[in-house]
C-alpha cells in the first residue's frame, strides 16, 4: 500500500492527525514509509519501530535525529529485538537532552 500514490491513505492520515487520531501503519522495511509520493513517518506521531529485515541509515536518522555512535547503538538495539519488543523515540529525553533518544519496550498488545 505504501509503494504507489495512494491517495486515499494519505488523506486519512492527513484529516485523523488534525482530528487527534492515531494511525499505526506497519512494515518490515521502514524505507517503505519514505517515497517520492508522501512521508508517512514525517506524520507519525508515535513510531514504534519491530525488527526489520532491512535498516535504513537515513530512516533512524531521520526519527531520531541522531548520527555517529548514538545511530550504531540504535540499528544495534532494533537488530537484536525479540518477539514483542519495539523501540519508540523517548521524547522526554529529547526534550530534556539528557539520556537516550529511544527507549525499548516489551508489550503483550496494544490497543
Known sequence: ML???????QNLIAVGRNKGM???LA???MAS???GHFDFYANAQ???IMKQQTLDNQVIKDLFGVSGSMLEEIRQQ???LQKGELIIKNNEAVLLGIGKPYKKIKVSHLI
Request: positive net charge; proline residues 9%.
Open 33 to 35: 514509509f519514505k517515497n
Open 3 to 9: 509503494g504507489f500514490e495512494n491517495k486515499p491513505l
Open 78 to 80: 532494533i537488530s537484536s
Open 46 to 48: 508515535y513510531p514504534l
Open 27 to 29: 512494515t518490515q522495511n
Open 22 to 24: 492515531s494511525v499505526i
